[in-house]
């Protein structure tokens, strides 16, 4: 499946609005029997949609939706390489998929994922036209040497995209997480293809909380927020998508040229746990001390005793001590 049916794709226009709509007027306008109605409100629900019955009122979506807009969001990036799609599996594997026929800043964008992935092989909650699942592709032609602190960089892009739309406060979660007061508000997952003495290959995946539906908020088992929640305005997804491809291209290059180096400054003022009392947990061991950041390569650097010492691999998890 890449997109909705027909009907479904006229009942998800219908009730973009926000308001009601009749199950007379819906069963009406599709061609359908009441029951019917029910069962197409219902598959709309089971993607994630939050629609409500009010007896005597009809159907209503929890809020107005403004889809995702390839036109759109092309104009306000000036890339002509967005790639829009109402369903996928994984927008870091629709790219992956075509990997060796793509051109920097490739991006693919898609209201929902069937299978949306997080790191350590967890999924990650794909509710339709509520959050950005967006996905962008780095060729490096220095190879994968150069790609050691890309996590931290695109954080930062992260970061900078939410305060040119408006978004102030987040802040980051080494090596990979988007915190607000101490609760995920984005994740990036960036999946590699690369041979020892070639161009490495990236398709860097950030996952945005936009409005958490709550039938979904149920499946997620740690402290979540969404930028509905912590901004005044409402969020234009598609801007949204301008602006992070906007901001990733521009921090890419510098980065193939300079590396992590210039951005360190800026990661400190960013850094959730910076001088904090932190733990770290290596496989099944715990290492506490304070974080004081990460260097160049972008290693967590930690302080024990007196000692500063850098830490990196992807089975090491940070918390702050108990
Ligand atoms: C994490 O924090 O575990 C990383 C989450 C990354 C999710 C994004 S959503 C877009 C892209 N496609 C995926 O399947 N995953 C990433």
Redesign the pocket.
């Known amino acids: 499946m890449s997109e909705l049916n027909e009907q479904g794709n006229i009942l998800l226009t219908l009730l973009a609005d926000g308001e009601f709509h009749s199950g007379e007027k819906i069963g009406e306008l599709l061609g359908v029997s009441r029951t019917s109605v029910n069962n197409y409100i219902k598959a709309l629900q089971e993607i994630g949609l939050d629609i409500y019955k009010v007896t005597g009122r009809g159907y209503c979506s929890a809020a107005p939706i403004t889809l995702l807009d390839k036109d759109k969001i092309e104009q306000l990036s000036n890339s002509r390489t967005v790639h829009v799609e109402q369903i996928v599996d994984?927008?870091?594997?629709w790219l992956l998929d075509r990997i060796a026929n793509l051109k920097n800043g490739q991006s693919c964008i898609s209201e929902y994922?069937l299978s949306?992935?997080?790191?350590r092989g967890?999924s990650?909650v794909?509710p339709f036209a509520s959050h950005l699942?967006?996905?962008f592709y780095w060729r490096f032609d220095s190879g994968i040497d150069k790609v050691a602190g890309l996590s931290l960089l695109v954080g930062i892009a992260t970061v900078n995209a939410l305060e040119k739309i408006g978004v102030q406060g987040v802040s980051l979660k080494w090596p990979?997480?988007l915190y607000y007061q101490g609760k995920k508000l984005a994740?990036?997952?960036i999946e590699l293809n690369a041979q020892a003495t070639e161009a490495c290959h990236s398709v860097i995946?950030?996952?945005i909380n936009v409005r958490m539906p709550a039938q979904q908020a149920k499946l997620i088992d740690q402290p979540w927020t969404d930028l509905t929640t912590l901004s005044s305005q409402p969020i234009d997804r598609n801007l949204l998508s301008a602006t992070l491809i906007n901001e990733l291209t521009t921090l890419l290059i510098e980065y193939e040229q300079s590396g992590l180096g210039p951005h360190l400054q800026r990661w400190f003022a960013l850094d959730y746990f910076f001088n904090k009392e932190v733990k770290l947990l290596i496989a099944d061991r715990v290492k506490t001390g304070i974080c004081r950041g990460i260097n160049e390569t972008g290693a967590l650097l930690l302080e024990c005793d007196g000692v500063i010492e850098p830490y990196i691999g992807g089975e090491i998890s940070l918390r702050l001590a108990d």
């Open positions: 994984s927008t870091n594997q994922q949306g992935r997080g790191r967890r990650w794909s699942y967006f996905s990979n997480d994740g990036i997952l995946g950030i996952g």
